[in-house]
T-cell receptor
Framework: EPEVTQTPSHQVTQMGQEVILRCVPISNHLYFYWYRQILGQKVEFLVSFYNNEISEKSEIFDDQFSVERPDGSNFTLKIRSTKLEDSAMYFC??????????FGPGTRLTVT | GQQLNQSPQSMFIQEGEDVSMNCTSSSIFNTWLWYKQEPGEGPVLLIALYKAGELTSNGRLTAQFGITRKDSFLNISASIPSDVGIYFCAGQRERSQGNLIFGKGTKLSVKP
């Protein structure tokens, strides 16, 4: 069964450093998303991406964040200058129809 | 922002018992999704609901989309130990507004 994959599974970085989180969505999907989950809390939407552009973003997704689909398979989330409060699990999701969203296993980002 | 109220927050049940959890909102959603999350993993889609009043089953799981479009419930029948996890409801207003709004989750514990 096709799956969303994410790398790395765990990323440790120092405050102020840039990080890139990578995702490979399910191959025939057209809608892509990033969410985050701070430990013990609910999942929060960051950004959605369709037709090679951002379709919606939340207040969390400020100028420090960017997304890119550099080729036909990868979808990346970049955080330019990480802050302590960026520590969270980051989930990529994809959807074929814009309704059912399938999540990857997540990247645990730890900012020290 | 929109909030989903999910209850109960946690449940401790005996193997074989039935479980019911629900989500309510002050706003209308056009799609309701139910996910299960196990420790260290991403949310796994269980059931998707698209029409008010719709009742959908997936094995021992049954979910309904409320008539008012502001609520949904999930039932698990004859629970087993592997049902342990956190169950999240998620609502979506429009496909073009890709973001899912998640509830805070119901943590299910099953005693063998």
């Amino acid at each position: 069964e096709p799956e969303v994959t994410q790398t790395p599974s765990h990323q440790v970085t120092q405050m102020g450093q840039e990080v890139i989180l990578r995702c490979v969505p399910i191959s025939n999907h057209l809608y892509f998303y990033w969410y985050r989950q701070i430990l013990g809390q609910k999942v929060e939407f960051l950004v959605s991406f369709y037709n090679n552009e951002i379709s919606e973003k939340s207040e969390i997704f400020d100028d420090q964040f960017s997304v890119e689909r550099p080729d036909g398979s990868n979808f990346t989330l970049k955080i330019r200058s990480t802050k302590l409060e960026d520590s969270a699990m980051y989930f990529c999701a994809s959807s074929g129809d814009g309704y059912e969203q399938y999540f990857g296993p997540g990247t645990r980002l730890t900012v020290t | 922002g929109q909030q989903l109220n999910q209850s109960p927050q946690s449940m401790f049940i005996q193997e074989g018992e039935d479980v019911s959890m629900n989500c309510t909102s002050s706003s209308i959603f056009n799609t309701w999704l139910w996910y299960k999350q196990e420790p260290g993993e991403g949310p796994v889609l269980l059931i998707a609901l698209y029409k008010a009043g719709e009742l959908t089953s997936n094995g021992r799981l049954t979910a309904q989309f409320g008539i008012t479009r502001k609520d949904s419930f999930l039932n698990i029948s004859a629970s087993i130990p592997s049902d342990v996890g956190i169950y999240f409801c998620a609502g979506q207003r429009e496909r073009s507004q890709g973001n899912l709004i998640f509830g805070k989750g119901t943590k299910l514990s099953v005693k063998p």
